[in-house]
């Protein structure tokens, strides 16, 4: 009993000692309260900026493999065009519908969607907004994550009788059709007008991974039968701007690939690479993306970012802490009598040394309790902030923009492992910080203390 009654006897002094300067213990404890905040914040941003990065990752397929078209350098470009051919039809590059007929036979592929796409003036009365053409089967909302909110989706039937057919993405519809409902309604595209079957669900854009493939904001799509695009439309796109002329002949711009299981994913990329290579020899026209890899990449960049963080966050409770030893070397010097008495009335130097490392620790360990209570209100405070950002900052222009939509969609995650961490540091900083001014109030010569004034 002895030893807890001591402890508890210390502890209740070092509240007294601390309450005879409540302005002083609170501000010497604002650092190592926003200290121990700032650690948990810092985490909660950075595992929350890590999930969304990772939840758009897997938007794309953790089983997926992306084969992309990519427009090679300029004068590549027109080294690998070559021809009368070349220059009769314009720039030629990307995947071709043999490279689709080639992958798909592949043994640990259970699917294969082709891709072609063009970005191009839609049109619904007086109504022209922009939008993202895109030439599918019906297997593209299983391998992109779509759902249909109205009517269906593109099927096979549809593109083998060349239907003029379409599926709109939310936002798109929206547009067009702000008032009516898109079902049954017709759209033009180019010189074709299609009929609306379905309406997609609203759906999260997706950011640009790397340098190959650009965000994809799913919302602005239209959707129409791969086979109708290619007899409607067809590979070659001309572009007449300022007087100049361009075209460019692409006949798949992606290829969505599914494989059984994940451990198929990276040797099946291997194989896919290989096998573009040897059918478009040194023309680098294609890139190969493996999603599970980017997902990879994105945990350790998730660790290295709260790594970072933290050690950051952590040198303001070093700071904190260096602030508690500079006031209590000022509290020894201040209490010099009262530590002369107490070694002449029988204390001895182990009895001073707890007297101010209490003091210490209880300074230490309140601030971190209020530090740790701050960080737990993080994500609310993070969408006041998000809020007022979003209504009072940002204008109409600058609302719908990538980096601004990154803010507005992110969402702080408690990391529920700093909480103690963070507060065992603030305690230990505390310990740290104070041995030594504990120890210099021990050491005194009680008969100096004592003619102290």
């Known amino acids: 009993m002895l030893p807890f009654g001591n402890t508890f006897r210390a502890i209740n002094l070092a509240f007294k000692s601390l309450l005879l300067h409540k302005l002083r213990s609170g501000l010497t404890m604002l650092g190592i309260v926003f ?20 939840q758009q990752v897997l938007a794309l397929g953790a089983t997926n493999i992306i084969v992309l078209s990519v427009k090679p350098p300029a004068d590549s470009a027109q080294a690998g065009g070559g021809g009368s051919r070349g220059r009769s039809f314009g720039l030629q590059y990307g995947l071709l519908r043999s490279d689709y007929r080639l992958l798909r036979g592949l043994p640990s592929i259970v699917g294969a969607v082709p891709i072609r796409e063009i970005f191009s003036e839609t049109r619904y009365l007086q109504k022209t ?32 009788k060349l239907l003029n057919v379409c599926v709109l993405g939310a936002g798109i519809a929206a547009e067009l059709f702000p008032f009516d409902d898109p079902l049954g309604k017709a759209v033009q595209i180019k010189s074709y007008r299609y009929e609306v079957i379905g309406i997609t669900q609203e759906r999260t854009a997706s950011a640009a991974i790397g340098g190959s493939m650009s965000g994809q904001d799913y919302n602005k799509d239209i959707y129409i039968p791969l086979k109708t695009f290619q007899v409607r439309i067809g590979d070659r796109v001309a572009t007449a701007q300022a007087g100049s002329f361009s075209a460019e002949q692409v006949e798949l711009n992606q290829i969505t ?23 478009h020899g040194t023309k680098k026209d294609w890139d190969v993306i493996v999603p599970l890899e980017l997902l990879r990449q994105a945990d350790q960049i998730r660790q290295i970012f709260n790594i970072v963080l933290g050690s950051i966050a952590a040198i303001s409770l070093v700071v ?26 029988g204390a001895r130097r182990s009895d001073i040394v707890q007297q101010f490392l209490t003091e210490t620790i209880v300074l230490a360990g309140a601030g971190g309790l209020i530090g740790v209570l701050m960080g737990l209100a993080t994500p609310l405070a993070f969408e006041g902030i998000q809020w007022i950002v979003e209504h009072f900052v940002l204008d109409a222009a600058t609302q719908n923009s990538p980096l601004s939509k990154m803010f507005t969609d992110m969402h702080p995650k408690i990391n529920w492992f700093s909480l103690p961490v963070a507060f065992g540091i603030s305690v230990g900083i505390g310990i740290i910080f104070g041995i030594y001014p504990a120890r210099a109030a021990a050491y005194m010569d009680p008969i100096e203390a004592l003619r102290h004034e």
């Open 320 to 345: 904190g802490g260096i602030g508690i030893m500079n006031i209590m070397l000022a509290t020894v010097t201040e209490r010099t009598r009262e530590i002369g008495i107490r070694r002449a009335l």
């Open 129 to 160: 907004p922009n939008a993202r053409v895109v030439g599918c089967t019906s297997q593209y909302p299983d391998m992109n994550h779509l759902t249909i909110q109205q009517g269906r989706f593109i099927a096979d039937a549809d593109e083998d």
């Open 257 to 279: 690939i599914q494989v059984r299981e994940q451990k198929d994913v990276l040797p099946t990329a291997e194989v896919i690479k290989e096998s573009l290579t040897r059918t």
């Open 35 to 54: 200290g121990v905040f700032s650690v948990i914040a810092m985490l909660a941003i950075g595992e929350g900026a890590s999930a969304q990065a990772q």
